[in-house]
């Protein structure tokens, strides 16, 4: 199945000329498949495969944005963006703002089969953002996370998004989600979990567009700004 007989590129992926009509901007890879979902081993998989929507979608994007992994010299930029979640919001549950040695720690630790990856724009964009590696602009951050320690779940992972405040609206988190499932493809994976604080409409409405179901609600789990906090958990199946 070509994007072209499609008429529009999958989430992620952005223009590039007439000639080669669709390109993945992600780690620089020419031709990678959109997110056609794996069958299962089960005798199931193949019907729940070919049931699924395919998650293709017409965003607009930045016209020079492109995704890649992350590196040491994004972690000034990625540890910014996540403090301010940290400090000013119940996005995430952190309550103590990131030193510059746990992000470096963090990108070390995302460096494997459980990646982390940026949307930057070239540094001669003439757009204000917070420097990378090359000066890049990093426009937002995202990460696959182990599920759970116990190695029976090592075939699931947990999914990270964080898009700078001054970026967001611009499609962003949709490219970022989307460089996620389909690294968590490549890696083998099974599935992918999303866990939000419950009143976090955004981030439900961007995973629930990508394919994403709802599985569950926790409620009250949390506490952070003299609030209790619900937490939804999303999953994806690969």
């Known amino acids: 199945l070509s994007y072209a007989a499609k ?25 990678r498949r959109g997110f056609l979902p794996r069958a299962g081993n089960d005798s199931r998989g193949r019907a729940r495969a070919t049931s699924r929507p395919l998650v293709f979608a ?3 994007y930045h016209r020079l944005m492109r995704i890649r992994l992350a590196e040491l010299a994004d972690a000034e930029a990625i540890r910014t963006i996540y403090n301010v979640e940290v ?23 995302h ?4 990646p982390a990856v940026v949307a930057i724009e070239p540094a001669d964009a003439g757009v204000a953002g917070l420097a990378g590696a090359n000066g890049e602009i990093v426009l937002g951050f995202g990460s696959l996370s182990p599920f759970h320690e116990r190695s029976g779940y090592s075939a699931t992972a947990e999914n990270s998004v964080y898009v700078d405040r001054a970026q967001r609206g611009r499609g962003v988190g949709r490219a970022l989600l989307a460089e996620l499932l389909s690294l968590a ?18 981030s439900i409405g961007l995973h629930t567009a990508a394919g994403f179901e709802l599985v569950g609600v926790e409620r009250e789990v949390g506490r952070k700004h003299r609030q209790w906090l619900d937490v939804v958990e999303l999953q994806r199946l690969l």
């Open 7 to 31: 008429g529009e590129p999958p989430v992620g992926i952005e223009p590039t000329t007439p000639s080669l009509p669709w390109r993945c901007s992600a780690t620089e890879l020419q031709g």
């Open 58 to 60: 017409r965003q607009q």
């Open 87 to 109: 400090t000013d919001s119940t996005n995430t549950f952190d309550m103590v703002p990131r030193s510059p040695a746990e992000q470096d720690a963090w990108i070390l630790q």
């Open 111 to 114: 460096s494997g089969v459980h």
């Open 185 to 202: 493809s490549a890696h083998g994976f099974h599935s992918v979990i999303a866990r939000i604080a419950g009143h976090n409409e955004l």
